[in-house]
């Protein structure tokens, strides 16, 4: 694993950033909008987190999609939350047949400026707190919403945690955060984020946010994934291996309780 431990920055602070993702309602998925950002950055030096996170509430409807985890957190279904960013309390009734008229579209193409206009701005603040590396998970929209900030990425080290676990196991597919968590036994207690070799304290004014599928959360999840690849890889590649292999267990047991079902 010294070949991947090595690209790591054992001075510098490396930042853990999650984004989550709207796309404005009646634009049919082709105006998306970040709507939220969290990060985690750690400092190797103390050994010690600091979290960070900004919501973009800004007048605009949003389509945000969630996937719906089995027990052994494999998506079985996908949810769609239709909400105002601004007033995120208040339900809409969600119609597929709606578009937006011309004057909605560029309404939600102002906003979108305004919303990567103020990513730019957290991005640059983030940058003066010595941040060297960038670690994302499936990193393709979130370099795309940088880019269109215009966030400039080429002095920093910017790696996918999704990607590297891939290709340093030899998967077949790529896994996600959910399942992930679950092999390295992710959990959360009131002020502390724990896996099966670490645990690190929440600070109070956060420990409300840190939950699955929250920017803030989802880069917590990520950077004790990482712990664990980057310092545990034989042990998380063993549990990796078991996973699957009960997920397959798990599929064969249940197409013959259907077979069974059917036959009677």
Request: hydrophobic letters at 35%.
């Given at each position: 694993?010294?070949?991947?431990?090595?690209?790591?920055?054992?001075?510098?602070?490396?930042?853990?950033?999650?984004?989550?993702?709207?796309?404005?309602?009646?634009?049919?998925?082709?105006?998306?909008?970040?709507?939220?950002?969290?990060?985690?950055?750690?400092?190797?030096?103390?050994?010690?987190?600091?979290?960070?996170?900004?919501?973009?509430?800004?007048?605009?409807?949003?389509?945000?999609?969630?996937?719906?985890?089995?027990?052994?957190?494999?998506?079985?279904?996908?949810?769609?939350?239709?909400?105002?960013?601004?007033?995120?309390?208040?339900?809409?009734?969600?119609?597929?047949?709606?578009?937006?008229?011309?004057?909605?579209?560029?309404?939600?193409?102002?906003?979108?400026?305004?919303?990567?206009?103020?990513?730019?701005?957290?991005?640059?603040?983030?940058?003066?707190?010595?941040?060297?590396?960038?670690?994302?998970?499936?990193?393709?929209?979130?370099?795309?919403?940088?880019?269109?900030?215009?966030?400039?990425?080429?002095?920093?080290?910017?790696?996918?945690?999704?990607?590297?676990?891939?290709?340093?196991?030899?998967?077949?597919?790529?896994?996600?955060?959910?399942?992930?968590?679950?092999?390295?036994?992710?959990?959360?207690?009131?002020?502390?984020?724990?896996?099966?070799?670490?645990?690190?304290?929440?600070?109070?004014?956060?420990?409300?946010?840190?939950?699955?599928?929250?920017?803030?959360?989802?880069a917590a999840r990520m950077f004790i994934l990482s712990k664990e690849f980057y310092h545990h890889a034989d042990d998380l590649?063993?549990?990796?291996?078991?996973?699957?292999?009960?997920?397959?267990?798990?599929?064969?047991?249940?197409?013959?309780?259907?077979?069974?079902?059917?036959?009677?």
């Amino acid at each position: 694993m010294s070949e991947i431990y090595d690209l790591l920055d054992p001075v510098s602070n490396t930042a853990y950033i999650d984004m989550e993702f709207g796309a404005a309602y009646g634009s049919h998925n082709k105006i998306n909008i970040p709507i939220e950002i969290g990060t985690v950055l750690y400092n190797p030096k103390s050994d010690e987190l600091d979290f960070s996170g900004k919501k973009f509430h800004y007048d605009i409807e949003v389509e945000q999609w969630q996937n719906v985890t089995d027990e052994l957190k494999r998506t079985i279904d996908v949810k769609v939350r239709t909400f105002n960013v601004g007033k995120p309390e208040i339900a809409i009734l969600r119609s597929s047949k709606f578009h937006l008229d011309d004057a909605g579209k560029r309404n939600a193409i102002r906003i979108s400026r305004s919303i990567h206009y103020n990513l730019n701005e957290y991005m640059q603040n983030l940058k003066k707190r010595d941040m060297r590396t960038v670690v994302f998970f499936a990193n393709d929209r979130e370099n795309f919403a940088l880019k269109r900030a215009g966030f400039d990425t080429s002095n920093l080290v910017c790696r996918d945690l999704q990607k590297e676990i891939k290709e340093k196991f030899s998967l077949e597919q790529i896994m996600s955060l959910d399942r992930l968590s679950y092999v390295i036994k992710f959990r959360l207690s009131k002020n502390t984020i724990h896996s099966e070799h670490y645990s690190y304290k929440i600070p109070e004014k956060f420990q409300y946010l840190v939950k699955p599928h929250k920017a803030i959360g989802d880069a917590a999840r990520m950077f004790i994934l990482s712990k664990e690849f980057y310092h545990h890889a034989d042990d998380l590649e063993e549990n990796i291996k078991k996973y699957l292999a009960l997920c397959e267990n798990y599929a064969i047991s249940s197409k013959k309780n259907q077979t069974f079902k059917d036959l009677h």
